[in-house]
């Protein structure tokens, strides 16, 4: 049981390139979120999906596209990658409810150069 | 929108003392839930404790311990015999629970550092 899974750990991108973060989970949660971390600041929602089919727009989702065609995959997709979307991206999962907790990936650390 | 506000950016405590981390949060909601997470060096985000709003009886999780006052939105984070491996990012964390998703909304976080 490996929780939740993110790939890659670390991504070096120019301005303007475009890449996708893949988050996995073996939990067979229903709900999936993806969260981005500054200095500074606490965890900001970017898009959230609460099963497979369906994605939801979160706090700061401008720039972030995103995709859930397998209920145990997410994906987090930068078209145009800006100076701006450098940072920590976590995925999370959690069983539908509400006394769910959100079990979170390791990040991926990432820099728009 | 939820706030949630952290006013301790760093705190320090000597190895087997007591510390407690604040955490206040702005909400209309009469139900709710409260977290805290703790990130050590790993990076990895770790459920620390959780409060629902609707029971007043404090949770506690072996060292951990939570003060909630409902009232005055406050939710402060009580780590008794502190140890080496509580050093980390404690952030506390608010949840709306509704239709469709269960969003966390975080404070900025409390770095903790345990003194040997």
Same mark, same amino acid.
């Given at each position: 049981?490996?929780?939740?899974? &993110?790939?890659?750990? $670390? ?5 303007? &390139? ?7 989970q073996d939990m067979n949660h229903e709900y999936m979120y993806w969260y981005r ?12 999906? =609460? ?14 596209? =995103? ?6 995959? +997410? ?9 701006? &979307?450098?940072? =920590?991206? +976590? ?10 907790? &959100?079990? $979170? ?6 820099? =728009?150069? | ?16 003392? !007591?510390? /407690? ?6 909400t209309s909601e009469s139900n709710y839930y409260l977290f805290w997470y703790k ?20 949770? /506690? ?5 939570? *003060? ?18 509580? /050093? ?13 998703? *269960?969003?966390?909304?975080?404070? !900025?976080? !409390? ?6």
């Open positions: 049981n490996a929780g939740v899974t &993110q790939t890659p750990k $670390f991504r070096v991108l120019k301005t303007g &390139q475009s890449m996708t973060l893949l988050c996995a971390q500054d200095p500074g600041m606490g965890l900001r929602l970017i898009h959230y999906s =609460v099963g497979e089919g369906t994605t939801a727009k979160g706090e700061v989702p401008d720039g972030y596209n =995103v995709s859930r065609l397998k209920k145990q995959n +997410f994906l987090l997709g930068l078209e145009s990658a800006a100076p701006s &979307q450098t940072s =920590v991206y +976590f995925c999370a999962s959690s069983y539908r409810g509400v006394t769910n907790t &959100q079990y $979170f990936g390791p990040g991926t650390r990432l820099t =728009v150069l | 929108a939820q706030t949630v506000t952290q006013s301790q950016p760093e705190m320090s405590v000597q190895e087997a003392e !007591t510390v /407690t981390l604040s955490c206040t949060y702005d990130q050590p060096p790993s990076r990895q985000m770790i459920l620390v404790i959780r409060q629902e709003a609707y029971k007043q009886q404090n949770a /506690t999780e072996n060292r951990f311990s939570v *003060n909630f006052q409902k009232a005055a939105k406050s939710f402060s984070l009580k780590i008794s015999d502190s140890q080496l491996g509580d /050093t980390a990012m404690y952030f506390c964390a608010f949840m709306k629970p509704q239709t469709g998703a *269960n969003n966390l909304f975080f404070g !900025t976080g !409390t770095r903790l550092t345990v003194i040997p």
